[in-house]
């Protein structure tokens, strides 16, 4: 009797195992209800529209950026003196153009890293981010440093109200305290 239970349970064990497996098949073997199956062509014709389209997001961005440092400008009401520390803190906040920043690793050898490697690559990148952020930091005190009061607690004022990440979109809103 307790040799025909353990048969059962095997039989039943393996009946579930070979089940999910041929769900896994149909699922992976046919494409996503609703969507068809790109051709290689259609791939690329939609990474030509994407990139076509990214440009323009990219020039829209810069022109959104300018109209926010200009109003800044105006409403700082900055003396000739004050004019070279704000180019100076101006230029230290342009992202970067394509090219200047590191190449990011190639999929293939970045699998082929190990976990500690992985994270060394991780914290050099951060350590990248974090020079860019000190010199963007420096040009900021330095500029700060020759604004009167009022128009600290101007661009005090109107710094508080940038909400979110700018670099990939707002991804929600955060809780200040």
Do not use: C
């Not at 098949?25 to 389209?53: F, I």
């Not at 090219?99 to 190990?114: H, I, K, N, V």
């Amino acid at each position: 009797m307790n040799t025909l239970r353990k048969n059962l349970v095997i039989a039943l064990a393996a009946a579930g195992l070979l089940g999910a497996s041929i769900g896994a098949q149909a699922q992976t073997a046919a494409p996503a209800e609703g969507r068809p199956a790109l051709t290689a062509e259609q791939r690329l014709a939609k990474k030509a529209e994407w990139q076509a389209k990214a440009g323009e997001r990219r020039a829209k961005m810069e022109q959104q950026r300018a109209e926010r440092q200009a109003k800044l400008r105006d409403a700082l009401k900055l003396n000739a003196q004050q004019q070279p520390a704000w180019d100076a803190f101006v230029a230290s906040q342009a992202p970067h153009k394509k090219g200047e920043r590191a190449a990011r690793p190639d999929r293939a050898a970045w699998a082929s890293l190990s976990a500690p490697q992985r994270m060394e690559q991780h914290i050099a990148m951060q350590k990248e981010r974090t020079a860019r952020m000190e010199a963007r930091l420096g040009a900021l005190n330095s500029f700060y440093a020759q604004l009167t009061p009022e128009q600290r607690k101007t661009f005090d004022d109107q710094a508080k109200h940038r909400k979110g990440p700018r670099h990939h979109g707002q991804h929600g809103k955060r809780a200040h305290a």
